[in-house]
């Protein structure tokens, strides 16, 4: 079947511009939102302005951008023109020519179709830019405090006279909210990549956290720290857990969600296992990276990829909502295989659309969990509806090695 017109290029919009003129051949750099690329198709000026030695490349865009200009021969379009102007010597070819341009958009692995788009199996890296952003974050010292004052998972403290029950206590609700969502608190615990906060009456807890919501603290339990993309801890984010879907007897969930510090960046930072850790200081040398969107899919991750051969286990990351940009800075390792993983809905895809902007390198994989039960999905719910497939899903295209249990679960 061809994809004429108007479906040719929405298939070709739907990714980043930057994949489609690497898998032309062009030399495609970053430099923060700016991506430049040559030479140009249609003039093969290599550089753009060549009476100002402007060695950036003559094709120039930005990374949200879904067109391209030629600083050179002004020629300018979309993804698709960019193709065309490769196959056919222009940006507007006559209406028979478009078969052919497509045939060389399928050969070059542009109409791929989910899951696992590879987005750039063969692009050179660009070189590493030195960027120095600074955030406002949270006090460090007030962050440490609070965060050993947190309770581990497994938890059972003698003042909470119910834990043992399911739900109804401070640490035994935590419980019934991960165990709603196919979590292991035991696992999770393990890894120590979340902990339960401590009730109002038994910390002091400082201003920043719930300032504007004071009756609300009690809900936000959930928590786990943010990373900056030197793998140093700088802020934190707690999920509501009486959620009404996971405790029936809560009280009606809270406007929002999650909860970060008021007054405080949680911007461009990360989620990040023991490993993710590892990539963000620059030490890793797995088989992989898995980035996922929000708190509840990083557990999700952190908890599944334990299901592989320790020392074979790809690290996680997850981006906090709308942060995507965070990955800019982080210095992930060459050649090694990234999975972006978000919800399959048009949120989900603009998510992984930005994540694969900010990272831009070679070996970038989306993968989109299936449409469970007719629904919008994540990676929790296809962890509960096919773990294996989640499993699976997470390392495609990474050499990983699973983990046989010495005793049966
Ligand atoms: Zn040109």
Same mark, same amino acid.
């Given at each position: 079947m061809t994809l004429r017109g108007p479906r040719l290029f929405d298939q070709l919009n739907r990714r980043p511009l930057s994949d489609v003129a690497a898998r032309l051949g062009l030399n495609v750099q970053r430099r923060g939102s700016a991506v430049s690329a040559g030479?140009?198709?249609?003039?093969? /000026?290599?550089? $753009?302005h060549t009476k100002t030695k402007?060695?950036?490349?003559?094709l120039g865009w930005r990374a949200e951008s879904q067109g391209w200009k030629c600083f050179q021969c002004e020629a300018h379009g979309d993804g698709a023109a960019l193709v065309a102007a490769r196959v056919?010597?222009?940006?507007n070819p006559p209406r028979g020519k478009w078969a052919e341009v497509e045939r060389h958009c399928r050969e070059l692995g542009l109409l791929e179709s989910v899951p696992g788009v590879v987005f750039a199996p063969t692009a050179p890296a660009p070189p590493p830019v030195v960027k120095v952003k600074t955030y406002n974050r949270t006090p460090a010292p007030e962050l440490r405090a609070l965060w050993e004052a947190a309770l581990p998972l497994t938890a059972v403290p003698p003042?909470? /006279?119910?834990? $043992?029950?399911?739900?109804?206590?401070w640490c035994g609700d935590v419980r019934v909210f991960l165990t709603f969502r196919g979590l292991d608190p035991l696992t999770l615990a393990g890894l120590d990549v979340a902990r339960i906060l401590p009730p109002p009456e038994r910390y002091a807890f400082p201003s920043w956290w719930l300032g504007k919501w004071p009756k609300a603290r009690p809900f936000y339990r959930l928590a786990a720290l943010t990373f900056d993309a030197t793998g140093e801890p700088v802020c934190i984010q707690a999920r509501d857990v009486a959620d009404p879907r996971a405790?029936?007897?809560?009280?009606p969930s809270r406007d929002l969600k999650t909860n970060n510090p008021e007054g405080f960046q949680i911007a461009a930072s990360l989620f990040a296992d023991a490993l993710g850790r590892e990539v963000l200081r620059g030490s890793y040398t797995g088989p992989g990276v898995v980035i996922v969107e929000g708190l509840t899919d990083f557990l999700t991750a952190a908890q599944l990829v334990t299901e592989f051969r320790p020392g074979a286990r790809p690290a996680v990351l997850g981006v906090v909502s709308g942060s995507a940009a965070a990955l800019e800075d982080v210095r992930l390792p060459e050649g090694v295989p990234v999975n972006v993983l978000t919800d399959n809905d048009t949120p989900g895809d603009d998510y992984a659309r930005g994540v694969v902007d900010a990272?831009?390198?070679?070996g970038m994989r989306r993968i989109r969990p299936p449409p469970i039960g007719g629904k919008k999905a994540d990676l929790s719910d296809w962890l509960k509806h096919d773990r294996r497939a989640a499993l699976a899903a997470l390392s495609h295209g990474m050499e990983v090695v699973p983990y046989v249990a010495p005793v049966s679960r």
């Amino acid at each position: 079947m061809t994809l004429r017109g108007p479906r040719l290029f929405d298939q070709l919009n739907r990714r980043p511009l930057s994949d489609v003129a690497a898998r032309l051949g062009l030399n495609v750099q970053r430099r923060g939102s700016a991506v430049s690329a040559g030479p140009c198709p249609l003039c093969g /000026a290599v550089t $753009r302005h060549t009476k100002t030695k402007d060695k950036r490349g003559a094709l120039g865009w930005r990374a949200e951008s879904q067109g391209w200009k030629c600083f050179q021969c002004e020629a300018h379009g979309d993804g698709a023109a960019l193709v065309a102007a490769r196959v056919c010597g222009t940006t507007n070819p006559p209406r028979g020519k478009w078969a052919e341009v497509e045939r060389h958009c399928r050969e070059l692995g542009l109409l791929e179709s989910v899951p696992g788009v590879v987005f750039a199996p063969t692009a050179p890296a660009p070189p590493p830019v030195v960027k120095v952003k600074t955030y406002n974050r949270t006090p460090a010292p007030e962050l440490r405090a609070l965060w050993e004052a947190a309770l581990p998972l497994t938890a059972v403290p003698p003042w909470d /006279a119910d834990v $043992r029950s399911w739900g109804g206590s401070w640490c035994g609700d935590v419980r019934v909210f991960l165990t709603f969502r196919g979590l292991d608190p035991l696992t999770l615990a393990g890894l120590d990549v979340a902990r339960i906060l401590p009730p109002p009456e038994r910390y002091a807890f400082p201003s920043w956290w719930l300032g504007k919501w004071p009756k609300a603290r009690p809900f936000y339990r959930l928590a786990a720290l943010t990373f900056d993309a030197t793998g140093e801890p700088v802020c934190i984010q707690a999920r509501d857990v009486a959620d009404p879907r996971a405790n029936p007897a809560a009280p009606p969930s809270r406007d929002l969600k999650t909860n970060n510090p008021e007054g405080f960046q949680i911007a461009a930072s990360l989620f990040a296992d023991a490993l993710g850790r590892e990539v963000l200081r620059g030490s890793y040398t797995g088989p992989g990276v898995v980035i996922v969107e929000g708190l509840t899919d990083f557990l999700t991750a952190a908890q599944l990829v334990t299901e592989f051969r320790p020392g074979a286990r790809p690290a996680v990351l997850g981006v906090v909502s709308g942060s995507a940009a965070a990955l800019e800075d982080v210095r992930l390792p060459e050649g090694v295989p990234v999975n972006v993983l978000t919800d399959n809905d048009t949120p989900g895809d603009d998510y992984a659309r930005g994540v694969v902007d900010a990272l831009w390198r070679s070996g970038m994989r989306r993968i989109r969990p299936p449409p469970i039960g007719g629904k919008k999905a994540d990676l929790s719910d296809w962890l509960k509806h096919d773990r294996r497939a989640a499993l699976a899903a997470l390392s495609h295209g990474m050499e990983v090695v699973p983990y046989v249990a010495p005793v049966s679960r």
